[in-house]
Every structure is written in C-alpha cells, then in structure tokens.
C-alpha cells in the first residue's frame, strides 16, 4: 500500500521559513506527479505547488509564487515544500499528494494518494 507522511510543520514568526517533507513508502515515486495543498478551517482544500516526476517543471498558486518552492528527491522517495516569507495566511494543514495518471495538477480530484497533514501556523 501507498504511505505519504508529511511532516516539518510547527509554528513559526511571519516572515519566517519552514521546509516540509513528504516521505513515501509503498511505491518509488520517480513516475509520479507529486503536489502540496493546503486546507484552513472553513475553507476547501487548495492548490499550493505541483511538480512533474523527472522534477523538470514546477507550477505554484499565484499567492505563493516567489515564495514557496517544491523540489524533489527520486532516489529518498520524498518530496520537499520549503516555504519562506511566511504569512499569517498561510496558516493551515499542508497535505502533500501523489498524481498517478493524467489530470490538472491545479484539481485536487487529480491526486490518488495524500498524506496525514501538517500544520502551519504562523503568528504576527
């Protein structure tokens, strides 16, 4: 079976950095699409950033551009947001995704497999 646990969370100053990690176990991830979202209270769950398998292309919600960069590491099977010039609206519950055929990568629907969550918040 597929195992993505996120992990890396934690509170943290606005303006502040963060990396998160998303190991999987279960399946190699160097054919997949992998994709973070995010999900505070009240609110449906958001693309964050989505990066195609070989890590060639990456594509990131406008909110987060120039701010957030996903990367990838084939062969430790994980996944990585790190997250800089953090803001009080960012605060929420990332879950990272893994996309096993076709689809938008903007659609959460796309994605197959998703991990626990972690937290984010960050103060003022």
């Known amino acids: 079976q597929v195992q993505l646990v996120a992990s890396g969370g934690g509170l943290v100053q606005a303006g502040g950095s963060l990396r998160l990690s998303c190991a999987a176990s279960?399946?190699?991830?160097?054919?997949?699409?992998m994709g973070w979202f995010r999900q505070a209270p009240g609110n449906e769950r958001e693309f964050v950033a989505a990066?195609?398998?070989?890590?060639?292309?990456?594509l990131y919600a406008e909110v987060v551009k120039g701010r957030f960069t996903i990367s990838r590491d084939n062969a430790e099977n994980t996944v990585y947001l790190q997250m800089s010039s953090l803001k009080p609206e960012d605060t929420a519950v990332y879950y990272c995704?893994?996309?096993?055929?076709?689809?938008?990568?903007?659609?959460?629907?796309?994605?197959?497999?998703w991990g626990q969550g972690t937290q984010v918040t960050v103060s003022s």
């Open positions: 995704a893994m996309r096993t055929s076709g689809g938008s990568f903007y659609n959460v629907r796309t994605y197959d497999y």
């Open positions: 279960g399946r190699t991830i160097n054919s997949y699409a």
């Open positions: 990066i195609t398998s070989s890590g060639s292309n990456t």
